[in-house]
């Protein structure tokens, strides 16, 4: 069979979303604290007392206080310290990494992806996808961040739907990963990935960036936000952090790099950085420990 004559099967999405019933919602106390941030009348002591009720978090958010990246002569003790001396916008990205860590270092071997590599590949994207916004200004680039983060998420959903497929057919090598999906379930991951994202409630750019982030050209609210995901994600890639089965049939869209105003050497510069980004993510995230 040709992939030309393959019959979508229609997936329910919610249907899907039972099925992979182990997939945790992002963890009530990390909720609360990406509510606490967003709300103008909260303050950093609410959050540092939400942050405490939970043991990973909290651990999280002081040894990254008092890393050496800091250098801080007195050592932070308590969280509220720490919350007051890392900021809203590190104690968000802290816990969405953190909160993600666990089931994103799962194996994924529809994709072709060892325990770890795919949470290792999220981390790259995250921090190349900032770089990449960063002359947007902070929201875009911290947005861009959480999307890079969670541009891959689908797949952990997508999985059980590969486990019935014969992978090693022709058909699945020879086209991009994201095309076969759709071609054979009427969803690809990026998809699947925004609905979930969606059902965290968050807002339009990153959900449009993880929904576009192989197809930069559409999206429209989050254009730089895709844009920044896509170059970061396809930089990840080639430098074979949680390649997979994906990698070989990656291109880069040249709309990203008009979009984000960056030239050839603007992407070598972000890529150059992306392995020694998922070695200090590594250094601080003992993902065990979640
Ligand atoms: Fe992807």
Redesign the pocket.
């Known amino acids: 069979m040709t992939t030309s004559q393959v019959t979508p099967k229609r997936v329910d999405v919610d249907d899907l979303m039972r099925r992979v019933g182990e997939l945790p919602p992002l963890p009530q106390v990390a909720q609360r604290a990406l509510q606490l941030i967003r709300d103008p009348s909260s303050n950093m002591a609410d959050l540092a007392d939400v942050l405490s009720l939970d043991q990973a978090l909290a651990g999280l958010v002081l040894r990254w206080a008092n890393s050496a990246y800091y250098g801080l002569v007195h050592p932070v003790a308590t969280v509220r310290q720490a919350v007051v001396y890392l900021g809203q916008q590190t104690i968000e990205n802290l816990i969405m990494a953190g909160s993600l860590a666990a089931f994103m270092a799962r194996p994924v071997p529809g994709y072709g992806l060892d325990p770890g590599e795919l949470w290792k590949h999220s981390v790259a994207v995250a921090g190349g996808a900032r770089l990449a916004a960063s002359r947007f200004g902070m929201q875009v680039s911290e947005e861009a961040y959480h999307a890079g983060l969670l541009?891959?998420i689908g797949k952990l959903a997508f999985e059980v739907l590969l486990r019935d497929v014969d992978l090693d057919d022709p058909q699945w090598c020879n086209r991009p990963l994201p095309d076969l999906e759709a071609a054979h379930f009427g969803i690809d991951?990026?998809s699947l990935g925004a609905e979930m994202a969606r059902r965290w409630n968050l807002p339009t750019p990153l959900l449009e960036a993880i929904a576009f982030?192989?197809r930069p050209a559409q999206a429209g609210e989050g254009a730089i936000h895709a844009a920044a995901v896509h170059v970061a994600?396809y930089a990840a890639t080639m430098l074979g952090i949680g390649m997979g089965r994906?990698g070989m049939q990656y291109s880069l869209d040249p709309i990203a790099l008009e979009r984000l105003g960056w030239t050839e050497a603007s992407f070598y510069e972000m890529l150059d950085r992306l392995e020694p980004l998922v070695a200090e993510a590594e250094g601080f995230l003992d993902i065990t420990a979640f």
């Open positions: 541009c891959d991951h990026a982030h192989h994600d994906e």
